[in-house]
């Protein structure tokens, strides 16, 4: 069993600066990559970025890539989204995530909103 509390949303004018951060709790061991989607109003959920956790090797959607860093600390169990020069459309609900052997598991989310 693996838990995941995300936090660090809010609202902020666009070309301003985030940081989101998951805690994850329980059988980490077997997480082999962790990272965020996002779902935009109306929208579908949409990957963002993903870290693999044992090499740390960083993949990011073409949207975000150059903006977006996604980081991990495996001794403290966390997952990091550092959002820079934010955008309106990177609005959305946004969801930590870690590959959890064969499956995916997610955190309840943080609203992330870009005022223009």
């Known amino acids: 069993q693996v838990h995941l509390v995300e936090s660090g949303g809010g609202l902020v004018q666009a070309g301003a600066s985030l940081s989101l951060s998951c805690a994850v709790s329980?059988?980490?061991?077997?997480?082999?990559?962790m990272g965020w989607y996002r779902q935009p109003p109306g929208k579908e959920r949409e990957w963002v970025a993903t870290?693999?956790?044992?090499?740390?090797?960083?993949n990011y959607a073409d949207s975000v890539k150059g903006r977006f860093t996604v980081s991990r600390d495996n001794d403290k169990n966390m997952v990091f989204l550092q959002m820079n020069s934010l955008r309106p459309e990177d609005t959305g609900v946004y969801y930590c995530?870690?590959?959890?052997?064969?499956?995916?598991?997610w955190g309840q989310g943080t609203q992330v909103t870009v005022s223009s």
């Open positions: 870290v693999i956790r044992y090499n740390g090797r960083e």
């Open positions: 329980g059988d980490t061991i077997g997480i082999t990559g």
């Open positions: 995530y870690a590959s959890y052997y064969t499956t995916e598991l």
